[in-house]
């Protein structure tokens, strides 16, 4: 029986994202977040980001009236899993968190239901260890912003069958977006490229080889990158690119993935990046009129 019904736990940029692209394509979904200002804040995004999708032609009015009547709010998880064939859990970073969310899930969801998390880094074979279908957990990593990325990393936990492997690749392709299927380890794959170029990137400007326009603009113009390492950094937030590197330090006990000092500085001061308003940028006039910050010039 194809996946129809889908739980999204998490209302924020990824959840709502996640959600805005299974109803875009036909699934019934319900949002689930513990807070109800949360959830009105994703439908708006989701409706705003579709409006966006209809003036460029991608979707027609009717199709976005329709698939916004396929978008459920919730925040009663146990309830609101109980019909569903998927959960895609993309809360809070934070493995007790997301371990006590996936004993929930587990509890209440349909023997059936396979449970997905969009975690950046946690260890998915951690996650299904503390359910009693440990076969049926996988990783669907999207990325951000999700109605325009195409890849989905989707990532085999120790225990995962291949069945539900496959099933999780239809739904991807169902959802237009290009599957890789990638194995449980510290960062996967695209992080563990990523995150040792941003690190890198931060290291650059630390030790004074280069400001912050010129090392992004040597990765945009020279390696086609759609957006530098810094500003990259600040678009993903800059405590989430710590404490991915974190993982990949812990996990691997290598020197190479260290977060550079700066970074480190940068999250205790509060300087996240574009969702604190200031990074290796200044967002204090807006997303699109960014400047260096002061600090880098
Ligand atoms: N919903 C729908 N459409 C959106 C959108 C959204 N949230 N955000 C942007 N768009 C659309 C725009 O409407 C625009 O459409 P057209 O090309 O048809 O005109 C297109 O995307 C480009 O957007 P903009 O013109 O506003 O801006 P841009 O050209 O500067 O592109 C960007 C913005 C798509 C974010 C681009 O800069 C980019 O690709 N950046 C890199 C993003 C990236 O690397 N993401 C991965 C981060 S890592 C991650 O997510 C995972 C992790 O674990 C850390």
């Given at each position: 029986m194809p996946i129809q019904r889908i739980a999204v736990i998490g209302a924020g940029t990824m959840g709502n994202g996640i959600a805005h692209v299974c109803i875009q394509y036909g699934l019934d979904v319900v949002l689930i977040d513990v807070a109800s200002a949360a959830l009105e804040k994703a439908k708006q995004v989701i409706e705003k980001n579709m409006e966006r999708q209809v003036k460029k032609g991608i979707l027609s009015t009717e199709q976005m009236t329709a698939a916004l009547k396929r978008l459920q709010l919730s925040t009663q998880l146990s309830d609101s899993v109980k019909d569903c064939d998927l959960v895609i859990e993309a809360a809070t970073e934070k493995q007790a968190v997301k371990e006590s969310i996936f004993r929930e899930i587990d509890a209440s969801a349909p023997q059936h239901c396979i449970l997905a998390t969009n975690t950046s880094s946690i260890s998915i074979t951690a996650l299904a260890a503390?359910?009693?279908?440990?076969?049926k957990v996988i990783g669907m990593h999207f990325m951000n912003p999700v109605p325009v990325m195409k890849l989905v990393e989707v990532i085999n936990a120790y225990q995962t069958h291949a069945g539900v492997t496959d099933q999780i690749l239809d739904l991807t392709r169902r959802l237009e977006k290009v599957p890789c299927v990638v194995n449980d380890y510290?960062?996967?794959i695209a992080n563990r490229i990523l995150m040792p170029m941003i690190n890198e990137a931060i290291y650059s400007l630390y030790e004074g080889v280069a400001g912050v326009e010129s090392i992004d603009n040597i990765m945009k113009l020279?390696?086609?990158?759609?957006?530098g390492p810094l500003h990259l950094a600040d678009f993903i937030g800059l405590d989430v690119c710590l404490s991915i590197l974190e993982v990949l330090h812990n996990g691997f006990?290598?020197?190479?993935y260290a977060p550079c000092p700066l970074l480190v500085n940068m999250v205790k001061a509060g300087k996240l990046g574009i969702k604190s308003g200031e990074?290796?940028?200044?967002?204090?006039?807006g997303t699109q009129e960014k400047k260096v910050s002061a600090r880098f010039l």
């Open positions: 503390v359910t009693n279908r440990p076969d510290p960062g996967f020279g390696m086609a990158h759609p957006m006990g290598q020197p190479k990074g290796f940028y200044d967002y204090s006039e």
